[in-house]
């Protein structure tokens, strides 16, 4: 097959086209460039997508003898991603732009260039397996990625290739070594790539600019503090929430709701999260194929975390999920991905947009 391998800099997406090279493929490497400043974009195990992480690329495609070239995505990311991001915290909701990163550039524009130009297939480093066309969790659960992978579709999936999801991390990175790739030993990058600083606040600050509102008890009304904006919180927070005083029980108080147009934002008791029904929209199957009736699974609402047995059912255009044991922290604009599980593992159901 021809194989279009995404080589981000970092030691993943490098095995993963050292191992596409080695299956026998025709495989041509190519590097992402979606930062429009990306002199900017890398500290240490911060940020990605800098000249540096095009030039580690650039020398793991050298080590494979593969072609490789730059691709400027940068003004399909900055509307697709950076600024959905941006409109969806002033919105209220809580997005996650690894997903959306996935859904609308790396399996959509990147995926449909490569099909243009004839390759069969998009290579990542992403830990996730696929057999058969279905969508699994990885060996590596730390590592597990299929979270962010559980938007795209049968279509998507039929031309995708994930070669380290079989595989631990620190087996990985010893195999990267024995490859000779420099990138062995790189650090994961984290946060949001296009936030290096980790201030996520900060970041949607200067975009957005001030917007006060206030902070209020849910249950009795009461104003408890004034904010700068609602982009500064999302549901199932606790700190920064800005209160002046402890609540009367002693306490914690969390973001229970946040309504954009006031500028409201009501605090209230941990238990006061807890939910039993999620409701999602835009839902997409793995399998191309919605189910006809109801589906026991699990469900995931965070990256890492919020899992729990549930009935999920297809409602129209929405989907509805019935959690077995309550969930906290469930915020608008997350992704709820579904699991079953079967012989080999985790299979990758589907997931909707948490509304």
């Given at each position: 097959?021809?194989?279009?391998?995404?080589?981000?800099?970092?030691?993943?997406?490098?095995?993963?086209?050292?191992?596409?090279?080695?299956?026998?493929?025709?495989?041509?490497?190519?590097?992402?460039?979606?930062?429009?400043?990306?002199?900017?974009?890398?500290?240490?195990?911060?940020?990605c997508?800098?000249?540096?992480?095009?030039?580690?690329?650039?020398?793991?495609?050298?080590?494979l003898?593969i072609?490789?070239?730059?691709?400027?995505?940068?003004?399909?990311?900055?509307?697709?991603?950076?600024?959905?991001?941006?409109?969806?915290?002033?919105?209220?909701?809580?997005?996650?732009?690894?997903?959306?990163?996935n859904?609308?550039?790396?399996?959509?524009?990147?995926?449909?260039?490569?099909?243009?130009?004839?390759?069969?297939?998009?290579?990542?480093?992403?830990?996730a397996?696929?057999?058969?066309?279905?969508?699994?969790?990885?060996?590596?659960?730390?590592?597990?990625?299929?979270?962010?992978?559980?938007?795209?579709?049968?279509?998507?999936?039929?031309?995708?290739?994930?070669?380290?999801?079989?595989?631990?991390?620190?087996?990985?990175?010893?195999?990267?070594?024995?490859?000779?790739?420099?990138?062995?030993?790189?650090?994961?990058?984290?946060?949001?790539?296009f936030?290096?600083?980790?201030?996520?606040?900060?970041?949607?600050?200067?975009?957005?600019?001030?917007r006060p509102?206030?902070?209020?008890?849910?249950?009795?009304?009461?104003?408890?503090?004034?904010?700068?904006?609602?982009?500064?919180?999302?549901?199932?927070?606790?700190?920064?929430?800005?209160?002046?005083?402890?609540?009367?029980?002693?306490?914690?108080?969390y973001?229970?709701?946040?309504?954009?147009?006031?500028?409201?934002?009501?605090?209230?008791?941990?238990?006061?999260?807890?939910?039993?029904?999620?409701?999602?929209?835009?839902?997409?199957?793995?399998?191309?194929?919605?189910?006809?009736?109801?589906?026991?699974?699990?469900?995931?609402?965070?990256?890492?975390?919020?899992?729990?047995?549930?009935?999920?059912?297809?409602?129209?255009?929405?989907?509805?999920?019935?959690?077995?044991?309550?969930?906290r922290?469930?915020?608008?604009?997350?992704?709820?991905?579904?699991?079953?599980?079967?012989?080999?593992?985790?299979?990758?159901?589907?997931?909707?947009?948490?509304?």
């Amino acid at each position: 097959m021809r194989v279009l391998a995404a080589m981000s800099g970092g030691v993943d997406s490098a095995v993963a086209a050292a191992r596409a090279v080695e299956a026998g493929h025709d495989v041509v490497g190519v590097h992402l460039a979606l930062s429009e400043t990306p002199d900017a974009l890398r500290s240490g195990s911060r940020g990605c997508c800098s000249r540096e992480d095009a030039a580690d690329a650039r020398r793991a495609a050298d080590v494979l003898d593969i072609p490789f070239y730059v691709w400027d995505f940068a003004g399909r990311f900055a509307e697709e991603v950076v600024e959905a991001f941006i409109a969806d915290y002033a919105a209220g909701r809580t997005p996650n732009p690894c997903l959306r990163c996935n859904e609308k550039i790396k399996f959509a524009a990147l995926l449909d260039k490569a099909l243009a130009l004839g390759f069969d297939a998009v290579c990542t480093g992403h830990y996730a397996r696929l057999s058969g066309g279905v969508l699994r969790r990885a060996v590596d659960l730390d590592k597990d990625q299929s979270y962010v992978l559980a938007v795209l579709g049968a279509d998507q999936l039929a031309h995708a290739m994930f070669p380290v999801g079989d595989t631990p991390k620190p087996a990985v990175r010893a195999e990267a070594a024995r490859r000779g790739l420099s990138v062995a030993a790189k650090p994961d990058s984290h946060d949001i790539c296009f936030v290096p600083t980790g201030d996520t606040a900060g970041f949607l600050t200067e975009r957005l600019g001030s917007r006060p509102g206030l902070v209020v008890d849910a249950a009795s009304g009461a104003v408890l503090a004034e904010h700068a904006g609602v982009h500064r919180f999302t549901v199932g927070q606790r700190r920064g929430l800005g209160l002046g005083q402890p609540a009367a029980d002693g306490r914690p108080r969390y973001v229970l709701g946040i309504e954009p147009v006031s500028g409201t934002v009501r605090v209230g008791p941990a238990e006061a999260l807890d939910i039993t029904e999620i409701v999602g929209e835009r839902p997409v199957w793995t399998s191309g194929q919605a189910p006809l009736g109801p589906v026991e699974c699990v469900a995931q609402v965070r990256a890492h975390g919020g899992l729990a047995d549930a009935v999920a059912e297809p409602d129209g255009p929405l989907l509805r999920v019935h959690v077995r044991e309550p969930l906290r922290g469930v915020a608008p604009g997350q992704a709820v991905a579904l699991y079953r599980l079967d012989s080999l593992g985790d299979i990758v159901l589907g997931s909707a947009t948490i509304r």
